[in-house]
């Protein structure tokens, strides 16, 4: 049993070290089984909500010699982010070989098809440790490292987590290969722990998403209960149960929840996490009526139709539209019907409201980066996923694939500054016309669909018969003459794509400018929507006494 009174003592003082350590973002990540997506792969998302870096580092595999180390940090994630610095926190044992994968804020995907999206929930206050060096970011670079399959993956990050400690906020992660889907959670082993001390350094689960169903996880924990009598249903630390029995966090007598013991009660405002949920699932499931202000809902379900990579962009970019939610709508959204909810910090919320926000959407301004990926079981190993990669906000993004197999993109982006405007940058480039587009979103969206449709749409035309060229070339020249290929295509499609996206800026900088939309041939004044101009008493002003 812990010493809940020694417990009480060193908590104060942890909170606020642990708080610092487990900065909140705000990701949205969805699975989908092989069984119910149109083409037979295994799916998952994220967007990466916040400062984060956005530059993708390809770190190729390597051989290593008995008692060589490998370094663990702090904030890695927040690298080349003008007032982070990325801290060493200590060395773990290298394993012999790793394999090549794909760095970014939050490491996504390897060599072998294994990929991972991100969701933070945090957690209660009281499982932070400060001995502990493992940040989830360097969970899943580790296990990008070293798991050829997602439940390989699953077991390398709790195995090392428990040995080493985990010593980062509560984590949701959707990890998957091209034939399972899983979610796994973890949290901190509480202030108490301490490296050999023969205790679990975390508590941690995973549950497989059924085949033919979809998940989504949006910043509180989704794993509810767990068989962990069928290994290929529900994985767990030993300590489990154990763990929230001790701090009271369970009632034996009770059914066990993950959710409930380890983030009963989430951040933020009521709906924050709810209805993105709730979003997902009704889009996905219509015919499941899930009633918008549900407490909770279920781990995973059946959707209505199969499921594609297109399906899952446009929940990407979603911010309720045609719902009652709509961020396009009302006078928040202002004459031009941007979905953009800035930041609103407590000391400008009017009385009676300070514990309210903003409606939060899918899509967010503040997104460093998106993903969308497939994973293929059917394909060798350097055609088997493909990761659809936008930078900045998924609804002014264009996802480019980039290959399992490739080996190198263009610097810009691998590369690029953020502390000044860099168009040396990809990022910069997507996050200017974002930004812009807020200046008459109802108009500029459509240009920017426009852009989506004309690349995106290329790229999905495309992909069979790359797909199909690829597995031939591999099963006549083998793995590196594949990777060469689909290396060449990744690189092209991303550098035309981020080339195409500097010139649409300069467009648009001209077309959208004082007011007016600006055409080859002609300045059109269009002035705002009369409804609008009617809900701000427009003239009323200027009225004669």
């Not at 939050?106 to 060599?111: D, G, I, R, S």
């Not at 980066?369 to 060798?380: D, E, K, L, N």
């Not at 689909?486 to 004082?514: C, G, Q």
Request: negative net charge.
């Amino acid at each position: 049993m812990f010493n809940k009174k020694l417990l009480s003592v060193t908590l104060s003082v942890l909170l606020i070290v642990f708080l610092g350590v487990s900065a909140v973002n705000a990701c949205t990540s969805i699975m989908v089984g092989k069984d119910a997506s149109t083409d037979g792969s295994v799916m998952t998302t994220h967007t990466c909500d916040g400062n984060y870096d956005a530059r993708i580092q390809i770190i190729e595999g390597q051989k290593f010699e008995d008692g060589a180390m490998t370094t663990v940090y702090k904030t890695r994630c927040h690298d080349g982010i003008p007032g982070y610095n990325v801290t060493e926190l200590g060395k773990i044992p290298q394993v012999e070989e790793t394999y090549t994968y794909f760095h970014i804020a939050y490491p996504f995907m390897n060599e072998h098809g294994v990929m991972i999206g991100e969701a933070t929930f945090s957690g209660r206050s009281e499982l932070g440790n400060t001995d502990a060096i493992l940040m989830i970011e360097e969970l899943e670079r580790l296990a990008l490292q070293r798991a050829k399959t997602a439940r390989e993956a699953v077991q390398v990050m709790g195995k090392l987590a428990e040995k080493y400690g985990y010593g980062d906020g509560g984590e949701s992660l959707t990890v998957i290969d091209g034939k399972e889907a899983w979610m796994f959670e973890i949290v901190g082993p509480g202030p108490l722990w301490s490296p050999g001390s023969g205790k679990p350094g975390a508590v941690w689960a995973a549950k497989r998403v059924p085949d033919g169903h979809i998940s989504v996880v949006a910043n509180r924990s989704r794993i509810d209960t767990l068989d962990l009598d069928d290994p290929d249903k529900a994985m767990a630390s030993d300590n489990v149960k154990s763990f929230a029995e001790e701090m009271g966090w369970w009632d034996p007598s009770e059914e066990f929840l993950f959710c409930e013991a380890y983030n009963p009660n989430p951040y933020g405002a009521e709906y924050y996490q709810k209805r993105r949920e709730w979003r997902v699932l009704s889009k996905l499931a219509p015919s499941q009526n899930f009633d918008p202000k549900a407490d909770r809902y279920p781990f995973s379900v059946k959707p209505d139709k199969k499921v594609s990579a297109q399906d899952l962009m446009a929940l990407k970019r979603d911010h309720y539209e045609g719902t009652r939610f709509d961020l396009t709508e009302g006078l928040a959204a202002g004459p031009f019907g941007t979905p953009n909810r800035y930041a609103t910090p407590s000391f400008v919320k009017p009385e009676g409201k300070k514990d309210m926000d903003w409606e939060r959407a899918i899509s967010m301004f503040r997104c460093a980066y998106s993903f969308v990926g497939q994973a293929r079981g059917w394909m060798p190993s350097p055609v088997r996923s493909v990761l659809w990669f936008g930078e900045d906000a998924p609804h002014s993004t264009c996802y480019v694939p980039v290959y399992s197999g490739t080996k190198e993109l263009p610097e810009s982006f691998t590369s690029g500054r953020r502390d000044k405007f860099d168009r040396s940058s990809a990022w910069w480039a997507f996050d200017f016309v974002s930004n812009w587009a807020d200046l008459k979103y109802s108009y500029m969206i459509e240009n920017i669909k426009a852009m989506q449709e004309k690349y995106e749409g290329k790229f999905f035309k495309m992909q069979p018969a790359i797909d199909k060229a690829a597995v031939e070339i591999y099963n006549i020249h083998g793995k590196e003459t594949t990777e060469d290929f689909l290396t060449e295509y990744s690189y092209n499609n991303a550098k035309k794509v981020v080339d195409a996206w500097w010139e649409f800026a300069d467009e648009m900088i001209y077309k959208y400018n004082d007011g007016y939309i600006n055409h080859p041939d002609k300045i059109e004044s269009v002035g705002y929507p009369t409804e609008w101009l009617e809900e701000v008493g427009f003239g009323e002003g200027t009225a004669a006494e």
